[in-house]
Structure formats: structure tokens, C-alpha cells
């Protein structure tokens, strides 16, 4: 997890425009020249075959929630690691299984992570109601104080406004303060497969390894983690994305398609 930054309003680092002709989800397409003036913008750069992406999602529902009818406008942006991820219906099946109530720009060319110069999944940015960037955090954490700084952004728009107090943690390693040892790295495929035990023949491909039949298997050890995921796509899989292993993959059918192995934090010593 990195350090959240508060951005000075001085420091004049405005809100990117969307680009146009993208798709949108739960909207038509957004302009933030027309949000702009009235609300606070937050914008999440996520992926919805990412589990760290997910993971900070009942926050950003939560926010959505909270703070929609104060003046806070959440936009989500899904930026897919993976190829399957540009497919627009994988997009719009994933959001609607996973209830995303707020807009979600399609970035499958990574348009817009380059307007803003991002650097990884989940990113969040939030602007003010002129388009300054007031607050950034790059990967999950820092909940507690994100929900201060939408509160302070939104006490900007009418100061008369009562706020509750921030959202509990959704897990324990999301409280405030705890201090986490540093998880293993995700296994990014096919460039990482010396890091799997391999079973069978396995097919590189742009993105992913293949199983060239039944019963190809593909280990990862991981130490430092809460749970393990597995990218799969092909071979059986009826919709592509995130599957819990514990740590190893065997093809039931040919053509199964392993994208890589994720990991979540391990939960902080003592915790239930």
C-alpha cells in the first residue's frame, strides 16, 4: 500500500477531460465541464478482474451512497490488465454482477491512465468542485482518510453540511494505521512463468498460458498473503476473471487460459 497524498489547492493540477467516443456504463458518457462547478469528482482507476480493484469497491459504493445527493460525483475507470477485460460486454456483465451503482468509463486502450500519468490499480483521485486535484492514493488503504477529504471538499460546496463519521473497515488490515508486511508480488503471465511449477505443456500466449490438453497443472507458492487468485479465461471457463486457488491450477479442459496469480494482504497479526 502507498501513502495517500493531500494535494496544496495551490499547486494547479487539474481534473484531465474524458476523452471522447468512449463507452460508458450506468451513463450515456460524462463531461467533467458539466460536473464541474457543483460537485467534487472522484475518479478510481480500477480493473474488475483485479481483486485489489474489489476489494475497494464497498468503499467507493459506500461513498457513492453517502455523499451523492452532497455533491460528490464517483466515476469509476477500467483500465483491463487483461485482454479479455476490453471486451465492452465482459465490462458490463462484471459491473452489473458486482452492482456498481456509479458511471464507469471504458478505457481499453488506456486513454485516459495516460491523460493522468497513472501507475497502477486501484488509483483514486479526487478533485474539487473548480477541478483541482486536492487528494491522490495509489493502491488500497488510506479509507478513513479519503472519506475526510470528500467531507472537506463537500463543506466547500455548502459549509452548513453535517457529515457522519467515516465507514468502518471492511477487514481489519483496512484500519487506520495497521502496518502490513509487504505481500508477494502478483505473477504477471507469460513473462513470469519460471515462477510456476508447470505440469504438462503450457502454450505461451500475448497475455496468458495455455493448456495444450486435460490435466495440465500450473503451481505459484506465495507466503506473504491472505488469499491467492487465478486469472483464467478459455478452457471450459464460462465467464473470464477471478477464481480463489490455493495456489495451484489444473485444466479440466484444453485451452484453459492462465492471465496470472494475484494476492491480498494477509490479515495483521491478532486480528479475528
Known sequence: MLAAVRVPPDENIFAPEFPAKLDWLNVAFLRLSQLLGSNSVLVEFCDFARVNSLRTMPYMKGWHERYGDSGLRVIGVHSPAYSFGRDRDFAARAAERLEVPYAVCLDPDFAVWREYGN??????????????????????????????????????????????????????????????????????????????????????????????????????????????????????????????????????????????????????????
Open 119 to 272: 501507475r497502477g490499480w486501484p488509483a483514486r483521485y479526487l478533485f474539487d468542485r473548480s477541478g483541482l486535484l486536492r487528494y491522490f492514493h495509489y493502491g488500497e488503504g488510506d479509507y478513513v482518510d479519503c472519506e475526510l477529504a470528500i467531507q472537506e471538499l463537500l463543506r466547500e460546496i455548502d459549509p452548513e453540511r453535517q457529515f457522519p463519521e467515516p465507514l468502518e473497515p471492511v477487514r481489519p488490515e483496512d484500519a487506520p494505521g495497521v502496518m502490513l508486511e509487504a505481500q508477494t508480488a502478483d505473477v504477471a503471465l507469460p513473462s513470469e512463468r519460471e515462477r510456476l511449477e508447470l505440469v504438462r505443456s503450457w502454450l505461451d500466449g500475448p497475455d496468458y498460458i495455455e493448456a495444450e490438453d486435460a490435466g495440465a497443472g500450473a503451481s505459484v507458492r506465495f507466503e506473504n498473503a491472505g488469499s491467492a487468485w487465478a486469472v483464467l479465461s478459455g478452457g471450459g471457463i464460462e465467464e473470464p476473471g477471478l477464481f480463489e486457488t490455493d495456489g495451484t491450477v489444473v485444466a479440466e479442459h484444453p485451452g484453459l487460459r492462465i492471465h496470472g496469480f494475484q494476492f491480498t494482504p494477509a490479515s495483521p497479526a491478532g486480528a479475528p
